[in-house]
């Protein structure tokens, strides 16, 4: 058994499992990168930040993380929010950029989510220069496109 204020390394998904909004079971410690001292790096030049070294799954991770009452998730929450504002610019800049070169080091400093959004803007530019050579034989709808037609909405009374 453990003691009252013992500290254990457990999963998300467990800790979100032991979470009980009526008695106080476990409290969370916020990992070094969603405390003040990386908000204020953060806020002060967020595309320097190596987020993948630091935590790859950051935007996932931080968000999850405001499921806990914390007193600092306003502060957390909006640190996610302008540090993925500041970094999408450059990281759509970049996938907009690097056309048939080593992205290597471009992606290093990614997050996964970011890497996500690299890769969906280096296809997207891929796809272009094709069909501007001639190689695409016809123009097709994008997946996101195709699968919100495919959506079935409720009938609303007007």
Known sequence: SFLQGSKL????WLAKGLRDSKRR????ELPKIYKEAWRTVFTAD???VDLHKMGPYYYGFGSQLLNFDNPENPEIAQTILQTFISRF?????DSQNAYNE????LVARLDELERTLFQAGQKGL?????WEKGQASQITAS????????????????
């Open 9 to 12: 390394e457990i999963p998300l």
């Open 25 to 28: 079971i476990i409290s969370v």
């Open 46 to 48: 967020a595309t320097v």
């Open 89 to 93: 610019r450059r990281i759509m800049d």
């Open 102 to 105: 080593d992205t290597s080091v």
């Open 126 to 130: 891929n796809d272009f220069h094709c």
């Open 143 to 158: 997946s996101l496109v195709q699968n919100y037609g495919k959506r079935k909405f409720p009938d609303v009374d007007g």
